[in-house]
């Protein structure tokens, strides 16, 4: 009876489980504690084991006011679709929602929180467990090493005090889907100028699908980091010595190739994905007459290689 019950704990093999409750005298409650211990230090040991599969879980608040994105990577694509894994998953983004739900309150909502892997091992799963000792367990179960890399939430605006978050809505997508909310890859975008009727929403979800698709990595060319556009003009000048082009035509080279730069890494100025004649700002204005002109203030993209974060500048 023992076995079995902390075998369907923890899913750990069951020569550990006897070997944890032949040393604690067969006390099931210190018995699990110690597998969790075991869990821990064989994650330390696989540590070093490259871990480059996972998945992304996504969701909507149940009270609609913020969206959240977690990823936890894995060795192989084999665990990734297992349900312990899957399961590790949902249990981590539903612990980065329970404590970002005070958070609307506060006046930082409205902007987007990340959460680093040490901030996430200590979340609270339930009363008995925290996220770290969930992650030993499924390590432990699984026999591979995992990773907490990332989560991200991306707040409304207007919420604080109780005022209704009006005139805003939160899309989400995920590429390559093997569950509700979860995949490989993800986007959280918040639009504004829409309400939060179904057309709206909709709108939402397919600015989100561009995000995964053109990869941006800023909003709008004024929320370009001013080292970036140093680097990159720096750049530009280097080869436009080096091409030997006459230095009375760089301005005007330089110009153009900034225009360029931006279409490619910004949101608003790339072609969206579903129709290459117009730009997203483009799209979004003719999106639904009925909504009124709609922009986007912030998005949250998750790829296998890296989590990019990007919003308007008056929200830092």
Request: aromatic share 4%; glycine share 6%; with cysteine.
């Amino acid at each position: 009876m023992y076995i079995s019950q902390l075998r369907k704990k923890t899913g750990a093999p069951l020569m550990d489980i006897k070997k944890a409750l032949t040393a604690t005298g067969y006390n099931v409650k210190t018995a699990l504690v110690e597998l969790r211990k075991c869990g821990l230090a064989a994650n330390r040991k696989k540590a070093g084991r490259e871990a480059t599969e996972g998945l992304v879980g996504v969701k909507i608040s149940e009270c609609n006011r913020f969206a959240a994105a977690v990823e936890i990577n894995t060795e192989t694509d084999f665990v990734s679709r297992s349900d312990i894994f899957q399961n590790l998953v949902k249990k981590v983004l539903a612990a980065v929602e329970m404590a970002s739900v005070p958070k609307i309150t506060r006046k930082s909502a409205g902007s987007v929180i990340e959460l680093s892997p040490s901030d996430l091992e200590t979340l609270p799963v339930n009363d008995n467990e925290h996220v770290g000792e969930a992650l030993a367990t499924a390590a432990m179960s699984l026999r591979e090493n995992i990773c907490l890399r990332k989560a991200c939430v991306l707040f409304k605006d207007n919420i604080t005090n109780g005022s209704k978050p009006a005139d805003e809505v939160i899309g989400i997508y995920v590429h390559g889907s093997i569950n509700h909310g979860l995949g490989r890859q993800a986007a959280l975008v918040k639009l504004k100028g829409g309400n939060a009727s179904t057309t709206s929403v909709a709108v939402a979800n397919k600015v989100a699908m561009h995000v995964v698709a053109a990869r941006p990595y800023f909003l709008e060319p004024s929320s370009v980091p001013l080292e970036v556009l140093d680097r990159e003009l720096s750049l530009m000048r280097s080869q436009l010595a080096d091409q030997g082009k006459p230095t009375k035509l760089f301005e005007k080279i330089l110009d153009g190739r900034m225009a360029k730069f931006y279409e490619e890494t910004c949101l608003v100025k790339q072609k969206f994905v579903l129709n290459d004649k117009k730009t997203v700002a483009e799209w979004l204005e003719g999106a639904d007459g009925s909504l009124g002109s709609l922009h986007v203030s912030a998005f949250v993209r998750i790829n296998p290689d890296e989590v990019v974060v990007a919003r308007l500048p008056d929200l830092d």
